[in-house]
Nanobody
Framework: QVQLVESGGGLVHPGGSLKLSCAASGFGSDNYIIGWFRQTLGKEREGVSCISTYDGMTYYANFVKGRFTISMDNAKNTVYLQMNSLKSEDTAVYYC??????????????????????WGQGTQVTVSS
C-alpha cells in the first residue's frame, strides 16, 4: 500500500526559503511520478512540480520556474521540494501525490490532480512578514 508523508512546512518571511519532504513507502519495484501540489482555501488544488522515479524527468508550473527545485533521494524513498524566493502568494497547504507508471502520462496531464492515485495529508506553508 502506497503511503506518502509530507513534512517541512512552516512560517517563513517573504524572500525566504523552505524545503519540503515527501517520504514514500509501498512503491516496491514499480516506477512512479511524484508530484507536488498546493491548495488555498476556496481555490482549486494546483500542480507545482513533479518528478519521475523512472528517469528523473522533472516538470514545473510556470509560476515556480527558477524558484522551486524538485529532487529525489532514491535510497531514502524521499522527494524534496526546495522553495526559494518565497512570496506571500505561495502560502498554501502543500501535498505530494503519486501515480504509477506505465501507463505513461501525457505531459499536459502531469500537473493535474486527477492524474494522481495516491495523496499525502499535506503540510502548511505560510509566507508572511
Amino acid at each position: 500500500q502506497v503511503q506518502l508523508v509530507e513534512s517541512g512546512g512552516g512560517l517563513v518571511h517573504p524572500g525566504g526559503s523552505l524545503k519540503l519532504s515527501c517520504a514514500a513507502s509501498g512503491f516496491g519495484s514499480d516506477n512512479y511520478i511524484i508530484g507536488w501540489f498546493r491548495q488555498t482555501l476556496g481555490k482549486e488544488r494546483e500542480g507545482v512540480s513533479c518528478i519521475s522515479t523512472y528517469d528523473g524527468m522533472t516538470y514545473y508550473a510556470n509560476f515556480v520556474k527558477g524558484r522551486f527545485t524538485i529532487s529525489m533521494d532514491n535510497a531514502k524513498n524521499t522527494v524534496y521540494l526546495q522553495m526559494n524566493s518565497l512570496k506571500s502568494e505561495d502560502t498554501a497547504v502543500y501535498y505530494c501525490a503519486a501515480v504509477r507508471i506505465p501507463p505513461w502520462r501525457a505531459t499536459s496531464t502531469l500537473l493535474l490532480p486527477p492524474t494522481y492515485q495516491h495523496w499525502g495529508q499535506g503540510t502548511q506553508v505560510t509566507v508572511s512578514s
